[in-house]
């Protein structure tokens, strides 16, 4: 008798030994893709500023955002540093052929100041105030939803000689839109621009710095605008405080150089530490001689001297004019 029961008893073993490696077989892999879904974020080759503080829909734009279990305003934790630390792009061609710009060679002191994420409520405005005070002019890469929330700071900036650029729709990593997508976040967000300023864009930050050469070629051919980097990364979204914020500026950090001339500058102006950074930071800068020009007029700086790396511009505090690219946006 036991012998008879235990046929259907091995059977039924067999079926749910059978059942339970199908599970197990199959929920790894489930696992798997959304560990990738999620870590996709993580590694992007540039995933390193989060788009948008605490407030925004940004920020669910943000992937590693969405990940977190910290909603908002700390997605730098969510960053994984060894990601924030790659080089974020360095497309510049070897024939000479750029698909982006992360700093370009000049023959004087000049630099860009940028910033990114805005408009903010109020410490854009304050921004402003601080630029102005020091004749500064720099360049606003903003969001498109942004932008909607509050023209009227795009506006002043533009009346005060500042060059606004376009920074996507709502941050998402553009090298992963499909062209639909695509043409939202890029030919959206320049005609709010164009609405609001009375003239398009001519120059755009992709998100995290998540481009490639083909898309930078496509941004450029098809949307119009050059793709602009950086060279000078304080990481001031991870919130380390004025302080550092303002000595990786002047200094560098981790390989990111510090400001030199043709250096493009990356910030964020929806950050209270990196605005409290700006007075003391700028100062300095001014202090060593640099001059302060927008994206567009440090393009049309570019040495005509085929020579790499001349020490030939009053280089403020002799500073080496090797060139160098950094990392995150
Ligand atoms: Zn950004």
Redesign the pocket.
């Known amino acids: 008798m036991p012998r008879r029961l235990s046929i259907p008893c091995l059977t039924f073993l067999t079926l749910v030994t059978i059942a339970l490696f199908l599970f197990l077989g199959i929920q790894p892999v489930v696992k798997a893709e959304v560990v990738t879904n999620g870590s996709v974020q993580a590694t992007a080759p540039l995933a390193t500023?989060?788009?948008i503080s605490s407030n925004q829909v940004g920020a669910a734009a943000n992937p590693a955002v969405t990940n977190s279990s910290t909603p908002t305003s700390a997605p730098a934790s969510v960053a994984p540093q060894p990601v924030a630390m790659q080089t974020p792009v360095s497309l510049n061609n070897s024939a000479g052929e750029r698909s982006s710009y992360s700093s370009i060679r000049v023959d004087g002191p000049y630099i860009a100041m940028t910033f990114?994420?805005g408009p903010d409520a109020t410490l854009t405005p304050r921004l402003l105030d601080i630029l102005k005070e020091r004749h500064i002019h720099a360049t606003f890469?903003v969001?498109g939803q942004r932008v909607q929330e509050h023209p009227e700071i795009v506006v002043r900036a533009v009346a005060e000689g500042h060059q606004i650029g376009n920074?996507s729709w709502d941050?998402p990593p553009l090298n992963r839109l499909a062209e639909g997508g695509l043409r939202h976040q890029l030919a959206d967000t320049s005609d709010l621009i164009k609405q609001t300023i009375g003239k398009a864009p001519v120059i755009m930050?992709p998100?995290?710095g998540a481009t490639n050469p083909r898309l930078s070629r496509a941004i450029e051919k098809e949307y119009g605008m050059k793709v602009i980097l950086w060279s000078v990364d304080p990481f001031d979204w991870k919130n380390p405080g004025s302080k550092v914020v303002s000595e990786r500026i002047l200094s560098g950090w981790k390989g990111s150089g510090g400001a030199k001339p043709g250096a493009i500058i990356l910030s964020?102006d929806i950050h209270k530490g990196t605005i409290d950074a700006m007075p003391a930071t700028l100062d300095a800068l001014l202090a060593k001689g640099y001059k302060f020009v927008t994206v567009d007029e440090l393009l049309a700086l570019e040495s005509k001297n085929p020579a790499p790396t001349p020490a030939a511009s009053p280089s403020p505090s002799g500073h080496k004019t090797k060139r160098s690219k950094s990392k995150a946006?």
Do not use: E
């Open positions: 500023t989060p788009p990114d994420d890469f969001l920074h941050h930050r998100p995290y964020h946006s």
